[in-house]
């Protein structure tokens, strides 16, 4: 199954981009919003790459195993987007549960 290794390799290059940044550059703020500007990007490409695969799938131009391939990527994408948005959700709740 490549879905796993893909994973895999793309948090692995998450770890290496957050390790690369550079102190003199960016602030630490702006490159976390670029990480996710940048993950974000490339979630909404593999949800178009799944799209088109279904669609040349059906019209006969895709085999099975290259539409499986990439719907499966854009799910993976998809659920990353999910999983972020419900941690910003979660550090939204929590600092307004601080005290002032």
Do not use: C, H, N
């Not at 949800?47 to 019209?59: C, F, H, P, V, W």
């Not at 990527?73 to 550090?91: M, N, P, S, Y």
């Amino acid at each position: 199954m490549k879905v796993l290794p893909s994973a895999i390799a793309a948090y692995a290059q998450t770890v290496r981009q957050l390790g690369s940044a550079q102190p003199g550059g960016e602030t630490a703020g702006s490159a976390f919003a670029t990480l996710l500007r940048r993950e974000a990007g490339a979630a909404v490409d593999a949800l178009r790459a799944g799209e088109q695969a279904a669609l040349d799938g059906l019209a006969g131009r895709a085999g099975v195993q290259d539409v499986v391939a990439a719907v499966s990527q854009a799910e993976l994408g998809l659920q990353k987007v999910t999983a972020v948005r419900d941690r910003v959700i979660a550090a939204y709740q929590e600092i307004l549960r601080m005290p002032i």
